[in-house]
Nanobody, 122 residues
């Protein structure tokens, strides 16, 4: 089982990026999936999560700026990030649960991608 995250890069404050996470090896069409991020010297934190139905929720710090979505047919989850600020700089990880329910704790996720770096310059 592999989760492959992509789409990170360097962007100026106010800009946008779209992250993708493609799963292979098994289907996650009935599983909750999420995005987390980890900045240097900080703990990994929840960013956004989505159920297979499309129900989603977000960390307060990104609400209104980020949008999580998924394409179950492609076994892929996305994170559209708009109005980026320097505080969004981090390595972003996608993750998948064994279960359908949403959860903001990293320990609730069994599968992890390798991470993609997002750097927002001021």
């Amino acid at each position: 089982v592999q989760l492959q995250a992509s789409g990170g890069g360097l962007v100026q404050a106010g800009g946008s990026l779209r992250l993708s996470c493609a799963a292979s090896g098994r289907t996650f069409s009935r599983s909750a999936m999420g995005w987390f991020r980890q900045a240097p010297g900080k703990e990994r934190e929840f960013v956004a999560g989505i159920r297979y139905t499309g129900d989603s929720f977000y960390a307060d710090s990104v609400k209104g700026r980020f949008t999580i979505s998924r394409d179950n047919a492609k076994n892929t989850v996305y994170l559209q990030m708009n109005s980026l600020i320097p505080e969004d700089t981090a390595v972003y990880y996608c993750a998948a649960r064994e279960y359908a329910t949403l959860n903001a704790s990293p320990t609730a996720y069994s599968y992890w991608g390798q991470g993609t770096l997002v750097t927002v310059s001021s």
